[in-house]
C-alpha cells in the first residue's frame, strides 16, 4: 500500500465511475505532474502568466481565446458575471449589491441539474437568474426563444450525461436562437472530449473541465470570442477572487492540453475489449446479466451495465453498492439507476486487473446474501 494511504489511514478505491469530481477526478501524466511542480517553484507575473498561456492555449486551440480557471464550476460562474458586468468597473466590484435589470440566463429545463452542485447555484453566484424553457422531457428552438424577454442577458447549454437527452434542441440549434436574438450562448461542455466543436458551432463561451477528459490538474479552461474571454479575465478582480487558480494550475492544465491533442486516446472499442471478460465473468453469477452500453451524451465511451435481479439476489441493488465500498479497496460504480437494479462501470480508470477484484467483490457479497 502506498505511504500516502498509510500515512492519513485512507481507503484505496477502484474507479469504476468515471472521472468524478468526488473521487479526485483524473490521473494526470507525469509531463504534467512536473509542470505543476515547476510552476510551484518560480515566481510570475500572474496576470502575464494568464495572458500568454491563454494565447498559447488559443492558438493550439484554434480559437480566438482561452483562459484557465479554477474549475468548470467556477467558469460557469465567471461566465454569467463576465456578461453581465462587461466593462463596468462598478458592477465587477458591486456585482451582488446591485439591482441588475438585464440578469436573466435561459436554460432548457432538462438542463438545469445538479451535477455535484446545482447549475443554479452557479448562476447565482455570476449575479444571474436563471429561467427555464420548455418542459423536463424537451425544449425545442421555439420553446428556448419563448423564454427570452428584455431581461434576458445570455443563453446557457448544459452538455452532460447528467441532462435529459431525447427531445433536446442541439447545440447548433441554441446558437441560431442566440443569434436571432443577439444574445451570448454559454456552453458547459465540462466532460466533453472534443474541445473545439462547440465553438466552432458558434458558441460565444465554453466550459471545460481540466482534470476530466484533458486529465490535468484542479482548473478549468474557458474559450471562445476574445472579447468575451477578456470579460471572463477581468472576475480577477471580482467574484473570480474567490476562485482563484494557482501559476501550478494554469502550467498544469497548459501542458495537459498540448499532450491531450497529441496523445493517442483509449477509444470506445478498447474499453469495450478490456471490459469483455469482466461482463462474461459477472454473466456467470445468478441473478446478474451484464452488457456493453455506450455513453449517453453521445460520446465514444463504452461501459458495462450489471442488472441485478433483487427477487433472485435477495440484496438491494443500492445496499450492494454501499457494501462494495466497504471492504478492502472501496469500489465505485456509475448508480444513477440503482433504484432500478442497474449499475454501470466505466472502465477507462480501471485496469484489467481491478476489473477481476469488482467481479470476485460482486459475487462474494452475493454469496453472502445466498448462504444467509
Sequence with gaps: MSSIYEKYQLKQVINASGRMTALGVSTPRPEVAEAV???MNHYFEMKDLVNKTGDYIAKLLEVEGATVVACASAGIAQSV?????????????????TAIENNEIVLPKGHNVNFGAPVGTMVALGGGKLVEAGYANECSSAQLAAAITPRTA??????????????MLS?????????QHNLPLIVDAAAEEDLQCYYRAGADLVIYSGAKAIEGPTSGLVLGKRQYVEWVKRQSAGIGRAMKVGKEGILGLTCAIEHYLSAAKESGAEMVEKMTPFIAELNTLTGVSARVVWDSAGRDIARSEI????AVTGIA???LVDALRQ????????GYKANEGIIEADVRSVTAEQ??????RIAEELNKEQVA
Design 37 to 39: 511542480l515547476s510552476g
Design 327 to 334: 471492504g478492502e479497496y472501496a469500489i465505485y460504480f456509475r
Design 355 to 360: 476489473l477481476a477484484i469488482v467481479a470476485s
Design 81 to 97: 458575471a463576465a456578461v453581465l458586468v462587461r466593462d463596468s468597473d462598478w458592477l465587477l466590484e458591486n456585482l451582488h449589491t
Design 171 to 179: 447545440v447548433e440549434q441554441a446558437v441560431a436562437v442566440a443569434r
Design 154 to 167: 445570455a443563453l446557457l447549454y448544459i452538455k452532460s450525461h447528467h441532462c435529459v437527452q431525447k427531445s
Design 317 to 319: 441493488t443500492g445496499a
Design 307 to 310: 442488472k441485478f435481479d433483487e
